[in-house]
């Protein structure tokens, strides 16, 4: 039985114990705040990280893991018992994280795959965990690779922003660089599809966004995986997975989203990443 080993970065945001349990690697980004670089989900608690942005100046950046820090994760992975490895990241349009884990696999050359997830958060995170879950019941590289192709097709993923103001400084999202002034102080709702960010509207209220953001959930059908998203917003994250986890036979994951991607969307969003059943 081919033995595959699972890699991905911290954008994926698999819970620890989750990725303890089907032994994934997660190799973390870099957030860049106070002249210092803190390794995502290590050096600073995702707590912490949202009750500081708003007052921090200049604002956080990131940056992608090296090159060396996939290379070590690949080396330990192929030393260690396995016939290979499938690395998949962040989507290659909104991040270099792709890009790095690229160079670092030529030099392990066919026993290393790196796979674009075209992502982020669990929309990555699915792909992953599903991967490793199929390895785990010995499926061979090509069953792994056409299972994550056919999850990087169905999975959906959406969010209620509290502002708009930490996309639009991010400088990744064109429409979002456009907004004019009086357009900040409402609520957009974006949707991640293959590595673009979409805007689907926006509400003037916290409580018509949520309303909006259900009924997206509700227009994507039966569904096989669920998570219901957040930056510091627990409370309310928890009672929306009351009233959405009869839609999944398997619990809801409750996920305060990584400080990489709150970096880039601020606190107090809300938001579902979803794995449609394949039909």
Known sequence: MMKIRLVTDSTSDIPVEIALQHGIEVVPALVNMRGRSYADGVD???????????????????????????????EKLLSNGAEHVVSIHAANQLSGIYNAARLAAQEFGEYVNVLDSEQLSLGLGFQVLMAAEAAARGALLNEVTALVDSVRQRVRVAALL??????RRSGRVSWARAVIGSLLNLQPLIELRHGAVIRLGQVRTRVQ???????????????????????????????????????????????????????????????????????
């Not at 509290?162 to 996309?167: A, G, L, M």
């Not at 009672?239 to 709150?262: F, R």
């Open 44 to 74: 600073i608690t995702r707590e912490e990280f949202y009750d500081e942005i708003p007052a921090l100046n200049p604002p956080p950046t990131t940056s992608s893991p090296s090159v060396g820090s996939f290379q070590e994760r690949y």
């Open 162 to 167: 509290h502002s708009i103001e930490y996309v």
């Open 209 to 279: 966004g949520i309303l909006r953001l259900t009924e997206t959930l509700n227009s994507w059908g039966p569904l096989e995986r669920l998570a219901v998203l957040h930056t510091n917003a627990e409370s309310t994250a928890r009672q929306l997975v009351e009233e959405v986890k009869g839609k999944v036979n398997i619990p809801p994951l409750v996920v305060n989203v990584t400080t990489a991607i709150g970096t880039h969307v601020g606190p107090n969003a809300l938001g579902f990443a979803a794995v449609p059943i394949d039909r």
